[in-house]
């Protein structure tokens, strides 16, 4: 294993020296300076998180954030109480959602009884747009 470039003066003669919290730590040879390596493992892009939170705020539940996005649902609860987001008030209105591509977003918006409701917000979502509209539940 050859040792990673040292974060202070940049030499890439390092020493093992120890582990900390499970992560293996170096000496540098040049300035001898200690330093651990980055956790290996997988980081979300933060577009991912940015967009989770966008959905939560607009009333999508963990698990349909986490179907629509492909993250663990738990990781966007993670998220939300990391970054101090508040939970949306629950009024009669729930969000639906579809997602589009461009030319069906188009067609969508040229029927004008799409656009008639309590409110809509479009965002994007990689190659394809999610529409999320809010209705009134219905008492049955």
Known sequence: ?????????ESSEATKSGVVNNRQRFKCRACGYHY???????EVDTYYVIKALQLYIEGVSYREIERLLGVSHVSVMNWVKKYGVRAPRQTDYH????????AELAAFFQVPSNLKGAGMVVTELG????????????AG
């Open 1 to 9: 294993m050859t040792a990673p470039v040292c974060p202070k003066c």
């Open 36 to 42: 651990t390596v980055a956790k290996i493992g997988r």
């Open 95 to 102: 969000p639906t959602y579809k997602i589009m591509s461009q």
């Open 127 to 138: 190659d394809k747009f999610m529409v999320i509209r809010w209705e009134r539940f219905r």
